[in-house]
């Protein structure tokens, strides 16, 4: 089996249907509260409106947190068939260590897993920003997930007191297959060290696939809050749930 692939992704490329089947089911959406810590996390979820058990997602929102994008995007993913759940991770603090944030994330697969409609065997983990970070450096440290899709992430960042570790220092730790989605303009995060990064991965021997957005920023899922009407946003968000698709099962 082909172990990575890179996709490059050019403006010029048509746009197809974001969903393959779906995407227009009933989706049952609501303010949630997810304990860890003794504190409750103010998040979302949404979750197709059939009781048949599910594949699941875990979404980790950016740094300037749970815009409204990001609810509906978890709308969408469950309109194509995910119960999805978008942590509220800065609810108490800005800026919250990596140990708080890894206790949230495993506090929220339990909370899928008293759900009748989950299949714990398959649960997926996503993230933008700093929650595409997330998603780079905890995909290797929790089992549980089967795949994970990490947006503009940050490989290198870490070595503070709240951030011990880099997400490239848990790169042998890693068993699901993970894919990475950037844009060649990113600043905050240049895409060298996503290559270089990817890079590593390959080295080790890992399963990813790398998608890159020629002349998109960081960030570009959003814009002013809300998903982009762009083909970048389209193509990712499709890229995004056929990668679910075939590995949640």
Request: charged content about 20%; overall charge positive; glycine content about 10%.
């Amino acid at each position: 089996m082909l172990k990575h692939t890179l996709t490059l992704s050019v403006l010029a490329l048509s746009s197809l249907a974001l969903g393959q089947a779906g995407t227009t089911a009933a989706v049952r959406g609501q303010d949630v509260n997810v304990t860890s810590g003794g504190r409750a996390y103010r998040s979302y979820l949404a979750a197709p409106a059939s009781a048949t058990r599910k594949p699941a997602v875990i979404l980790l929102h950016s740094f300037r947190g749970l815009e409204q994008g990001y609810r509906d995007l978890v709308d969408e993913m469950a309109a194509a068939g995910f119960v999805t759940l978008a942590l509220g991770w800065q609810t108490f603090e800005q800026e919250p260590s990596d140990a708080t944030v890894k206790a949230l994330v495993e506090d929220g697969l339990k909370y899928l897993g008293t759900r009748q409609d989950v299949n714990p065997n398959a649960v997926g983990l996503t993230g933008f920003c700093a929650g595409g970070r997330y998603t780079m450096l905890l995909l290797p440290q929790i089992r549980a997930f089967k795949a994970g899709v990490a947006w503009y992430g940050f490989p290198d960042q870490g070595g503070t007191a709240a951030k011990p570790q880099a997400p490239n220092a848990f790169i042998e730790q890693l068993t699901a297959p993970m894919l990475i989605i950037h844009g060649t303009r990113d600043e905050p995060s240049p895409i060298a060290t996503i290559y270089a990064y990817a890079g590593r991965l390959d080295a080790a021997n890992k399963n990813f696939k790398l998608s890159v957005y020629q002349g998109e920023p960081h960030g570009f899922l959003l814009r002013e809050s809300r998903i982009a009407d762009t083909f970048a946003s389209r193509d990712a968000r499709r890229d995004m749930l056929n990668y679910f698709r075939e590995h949640l099962r």
